[in-house]
């Protein structure tokens, strides 16, 4: 099997969904486009939230945290200054947070940016020392961001929220970005930096013993999460015009985790296939919170069954399913065949 | 002399795992760690990589006081390690567990990477041309291909050798390279060891048990025994010490 | 005043060690975050809430209640979840317990409603006492010393007990506690049942001295109970109690002196957290347990 053949699966890959995001954008209704808007969102955040926990094997519970700065501020950055007066009903704004103002493109980069400069700042208490702290210090700088974002009116407009954020996001914009994403984290996965975070998750003393610089592998991948997140999170503020505080909950990491164990840890296809399945199905689960009718009788809505649905699905791929969907075989094995048998 | 061992001291808590120990090994000397179960030697070698810091003393290489460095640097000066129990990657092919001993080697930035800039496409052909020369030699190129965990215990430990090759060092520690394997694997074993330290320029330190393999292999050895040296010089000579003899009494059945 | 703020002070940190202890036991034993634990503080919150107003126990008695279900849930926990993944990669057991959280605060938001209920308080916990210009609520004068009490048989448990020294020694060596002729299972079940009982003491504390239950409580409070924990040395029991008691004080003290940052008092635990992490990982009584790694 050649190189040329897996780039060959890539293209076609890649040309079939601008195909399709050109036809879905004229010819689909407006409740199917935002769908698929979040599926490509989703994308992002899950390619990249898949190259920390699953490829390099570092249990992190950051996406909410880091969409929320990435909303914030791509928000701060293309509300106008006009809207933003009187918008800040708490307190007074600061001057500064007036005179913010960007295009589209540096809003989104310098979404990246920030959350990326966070992660750094997060990966020296985190990746220095063994343990799982990563999970729990991701855990805590999500509920951080939010005491912060009620906390400081001046610049967030506590838990009011930011509105009017002009509706940048289209099909384009979140499907490309979705696909720059993908390329990019296959293109750190198959590279020297992909493979020291591969080995840090099959052994890490072995890693070491190897010459890695495991720090470096575990920050890399965490910074590269980081800046999609942030992208992600801007991209999210200019579909939905108006974000809040509540908006980035757990849940919304919660969710991440599932598409990522569903598709199966490690595998970026996986990440793809678990986005449109749980976001899918996500939507079609809505009715598990309205009221239900079984033999005649009406059950009382249940609103946030879904959720419990959710976290019983997750314990169960756990238990029974570890490997997910795609265990962490990428598109091109599946076309590999049982050519080679081993031994 | 490429390695100095001055006078180490290891305590954990209250434990005196190495008491006061020093050695030297020559260039291109296959020299043996011996001694029964717990008597210091996978201490030393942890101490050696850097993975424990001494509790007094001083580790030399090439001249240069080498403790105290983060275990990833000194990999890079230098010294590889293979351990007791076979550690592959197991998710990796036996082709990229062996790039993985290239990581530091290979000069390409991260964001080369990312964009797939000729230095990091010239890089890679460099590296993994060197990674086939590696299997080649040790006849497991066929296998590049094949998950590292599909292969037979003997093969591992070859690929095991193979990947800390990869790190071009100049001496290789091997954690009981021999324990597992059966008499012709053994032997193999042991003619890899000779030939590669002639084609590799290598200086070997290896813990085992196996007297026999050690005394067809060794130059010289080093007896530990509860943290103390027992014995230092040939291992002929060393089977014969009634010392070496009484502290391996408790400890034959093992092997 | 100050005194008044010192026992203030005694009291949370005396909540957060109850539940600290159990984040310290379980990751020892498993090297395990147990996402879930500050879960079972709601629990046993709530358990206490459904003996005394809806079937009417002796508090006593809802007390007991709260306990034993805890405890039981705990043990439940390990044994459906966490047990059949011993041997499968680390990051799945988390992933797991991660699960079992949410799932916990969903099924009680679901059943129970999400809104925050008031928790009747019996009286006698009620009564303010006074020494001499002090006005001490008897709820957080013995807060304290149940913990203190707990503590010790706690200590007594893990030092004095054949079960305690396995439960040492299995945070170190699996191999010594099989040679000790104990399944090692049991003994996580133990830790689970123990650890979840105290987190159950610890969320009645709560709910009686900031009386309403819902079922997102114990979200923060354990994530500040871990980072108790890791403060006095993740893997100690005395280390848990420690940081329980520092992250309490500081709480209560800096937010008698400085009012203004009250809206940040849930980040300090926080940024304990990661200032511990820089520069004393192994916490202030830590164990390090990489030395067991080779």
Redo the contacts between chains.
């Keep these: 099997m050649t190189v040329k053949k897996d780039q060959w699966i890539n293209l076609s890959f890649v040309f079939g969904v601008i195909g399709f995001i050109g036809i879905a954008n004229s010819f689909f209704d407006e409740y199917t486009i935002r769908i698929l808007n979040n599926i490509a969102i989703f994308t992002i955040l899950a390619v990249s939230y898949n190259l920390i926990n699953g490829v390099t094997g570092q249990f992190s519970l950051e996406p909410n945290g880091f969409v929320a700065i990435g909303a914030y501020v791509t928000a701060l950055l293309l509300v106008s200054p006009e809207a933003k007066q009187y918008q800040y009903a708490i307190v007074d704004p600061y001057p500064f947070v007036l005179s913010l103002h960007a295009n589209f493109v540096v809003a989104l980069v310098l979404s990246g940016f920030f959350a990326t400069c966070l992660a750094l700042v997060l990966s020296f208490p985190v990746f220095r020392v063994r343990g799982d702290y990563l999970a729990i210090v991701t855990l805590g700088f999500g509920f951080i961001i939010k005491i912060f974002a009620i906390n400081y009116p001046e610049v967030t407009n506590g838990s009011l929220g930011l509105n009017d954020i002009p509706e940048f996001s289209n099909l384009y914009w979140t499907g490309g970005i979705a696909i720059i994403a993908v390329i990019t984290v296959l293109n750190i996965v198959n590279s020297k930096f992909g493979r020291a975070m591969k080995a840090v998750r099959d052994d890490e003393d072995a890693a070491i013993a190897m010459g890695v610089n495991t720090f470096k592998a575990k920050t890399f991948a965490f910074c590269t999460s980081a800046f999609f997140e942030g992208v992600g999170g801007g991209l999210l503020a200019a579909l939905l015009t108006s974000i809040s505080p509540d908006l980035f909950d757990f849940f919304f990491t919660f969710q991440l985790l599932i598409i990522i164990v569903l598709g199966g840890l490690g595998s970026t296809t996986g990440a793809i296939v678990g986005t449109i399945l749980v976001m899918g199905g996500s939507e079609w689960m809505r009715f598990l919170d309205e009221p239900m009718k079984f033999f005649g009788y009406t059950t009382p809505a249940m609103p946030g069954l879904r959720m419990v649905v959710f976290s019983l699905i997750l314990i169960f791929i756990m238990l029974f399913a570890r490997e997910g969907i795609m265990g962490k075989k990428e598109l091109k094995d599946l076309f590999k065949g049982r050519k080679r048998s081993a031994k | 002399m490429i390695l100095h061992v001055n006078n180490v001291t290891k305590n ?1 808590g209250g434990v005196t795992a190495i008491k006061e120990t020093s050695f030297s090994v020559d260039r291109k000397e296959i020299f043996g760690l011996i001694g029964p179960n717990g008597a210091g030697k ?1 201490t030393m070698f ?1 101490i050696i ?1 850097g ?1 424990y810091e001494p509790s007094s003393g001083e580790v030399i290489f090439r001249n240069e006081m080498i403790h105290g460095l983060k ?2 640097l000194i ?2 000066r230098g010294i ?2 293979t ?1 007791q129990n076979i ?6 092919s036996v082709l ?1 567990n062996v ?6 080697q ?1 000069r ?1 930035s ?1 964001f080369e ?4 800039f000729p230095r ?1 496409i010239g890089e ?1 052909k460099r ?1 993994k041309k060197r990674a086939f020369e590696i299997l080649d030699y040790f006849g497991m190129s066929a ?1 590049a ?3 590292a965990v ?3 215990y003997g093969q591992q430990r070859k690929v095991e050798i193979a ?2 090759l ?2 071009n060092p100049e001496l290789l520690l091997l954690d009981e390279p021999a324990a597992g394997m059966n008499p012709s694997e053994t032997e193999e074993l042991g003619n890899i060891i000779k030939k590669a330290r002639e084609d590799f320029d290598l200086t070997v330190l290896l813990i085992e048990h196996d007297m026999k393999f050690v005394n067809q292999l060794c130059d010289k050895v080093l007896v530990l025994d509860y943290g103390k040296t027992i014995f230092e010089g040939k291992p002929s000579d060393a089977i014969q010490d009634s010392e070496v003899i009484s502290a391996y009494l408790g400890d034959f059945h093992h092997d | 005043m100050f005194m008044q703020q010192m026992i203030n002070g005694f009291s949370l940190g005396s909540m957060y060690a109850l539940i600290a202890i159990g984040y310290t036991m379980v990751y020892g034993v498993l090297r395990l975050i147990n996402f879930a634990h500050g879960d079972i503080m709601m629990v046993g919150g709530f358990l206490g809430f459904f003996g005394v107003a809806v079937l009417e126990l002796p508090f006593l008695a809802a007390v007991l209640l709260a306990i034993v279900g805890s405890a039981l849930l705990g043990m439940a926990s390990d044994r459906i979840a966490y047990r059949p993944l011993r041997s499968a990669p680390k990051i799945s057991l988390l992933i797991t317990a991660i699960g079992v959280s949410f799932f916990l605060e969903n099924a009680f938001n679901v059943f129970f409603g999400g809104v925050p209920r008031a928790f009747p308080v019996p009286s006698v916990l009620e009564d303010i006492l006074e020494f001499g210009g002090l006005t001490i609520p008897v709820s957080a004068l013995i807060v304290p010393i149940l913990t203190a009490m707990l503590l010790a048989i706690i200590l007594w448990v893990l030092f004095k007990t054949k079960y305690g020294m396995a439960i040492r020694a299995l945070a170190f060596d699996v191999d010594t506690v099989n040679l000790m002729g104990i399944d090692a299972n049991r003994i996580i079940t133990i830790v689970f049942g123990m650890g979840s009982a105290l987190a159950a003491v610890g969320g009645i504390f709560w709910v009686v001295n900031y009386p309403s239950v819902d079922p997102m409580m114990g979200v923060l409070v354990g994530l500040k109970a871990f980072a108790a924990a890791v403060v006095g040395g993740i893997g100690s029991v005395g280390g848990a109690v420690l940081g329980g008691l520092i992250i309490g004080f500081t709480e209560v003290v800096v937010i008698a002196f400085f009012p203004e940052l009250g809206g940040y008092k849930d980040a300090f635990a926080f940024i304990f957290l990661i200032l511990i992490l820089l520069f004393k990982p192994t916490g202030i009584l830590g164990i390090d347990f990489e030395k067991s790694r080779f």
């Design positions: 954990f996978t942890n990589t993975n275990p990833h990999v890079r590889a390690r351990f550690r592959l990657f197991s998710s990796m990229d790039l993985i001993g290239f990581d530091f290979a390409y991260f990477a990312i964009s797939r990091f890679e590296i296998f291909h094949d998950k599909d292969l037979s990947r800390a990869a790190t």
